[in-house]
T-cell receptor, first 113, second 111 residues
């Protein structure tokens, strides 16, 4: 079945540092890939998405590129802020396979001033 | 659009009590689902539905019932609450295969 693996946290950075959160996936079809963010005390919200190979999703300074050859969708940001402290979830949906989305376990990011 | 709404935001139950967590969406999404989130466990799927009258079990369905009589509403029923059901519950909806829209969550404590 489909699966998503993301790096375990917490990831602790100083403000303005470069961020990478790794995400790899397995899927039988041609999935769409997503990053969601969960701020403390809130539900998950979509951060960015990519629907086909080589697409780059971007939002709020975050980027991720859909790499079919390495089955990866790593999240990056050039300069993190304290307000980026949250839990980040990588996920996939495979319209050609199971319609149930598959989520990674989440990676906690803590940014210090 | 209100998006996905959940009520209540907080609830405390005694062991053995029953209750219903409400979830509604106004985006005409076919797919709706319930998750529980526990520390270190990520999101675990409880039940899901792909349309009115159609529901199915997820990863951790025991102790929970659902029904979907309309496109908009997808309530989750706890039949006889147990301390192991203390958790944060999220409802989500989407068009099939598309991004999920999550509600704000219900924080449930069972004593």
């Amino acid at each position: 079945g489909d699966s998503v693996t993301q790096m375990e946290g917490p990831v602790t950075l100083s403000e303005e540092a470069f961020l990478t959160i790794n995400c790899t996936y397995t899927a039988t079809g041609y999935p769409s890939l997503f990053w969601y963010v969960q701020y403390p005390g809130e539900g998950l919200q979509l951060l960015l998405k990519a629907t086909k190979a080589d697409d780059k999703g971007s939002n709020k300074g975050f980027e991720a590129t859909y790499r079919k050859e390495t089955t990866s969708f790593h999240l990056e940001k050039g300069s993190v802020q304290v307000s980026d402290s949250a839990v980040y979830f990588c996920a996939l949906s495979d319209p050609g396979g199971s319609y149930i989305p598959t989520f990674g376990r989440g990676t906690s990011l803590i940014v210090h001033p | 659009n209100a998006g996905v709404t959940q009520t209540p935001k907080f609830q405390v139950l005694k062991t053995g009590q029953s209750m219903t967590l409400q979830c509604a969406q106004d985006m005409n999404h076919e797919y709706m689902s319930w998750y529980r989130q526990d520390p270190g466990m990520g999101l675990r799927l409880i039940h899901y539905s792909v349309g009115a009258g159609i529901t199915d079990q997820g990863e951790v369905p025991n102790g929970y019932n659902v029904s979907r009589s309309t496109t908009e509403d997808f309530p989750l029923r706890l039949l006889s609450a147990a301390p192991s059901q203390t958790s944060v519950y999220f409802c989500a909806s989407s068009y099939i295969g598309q991004e999920q829209y999550f509600g704000p969550g219900t924080r449930l404590t069972v004593t």
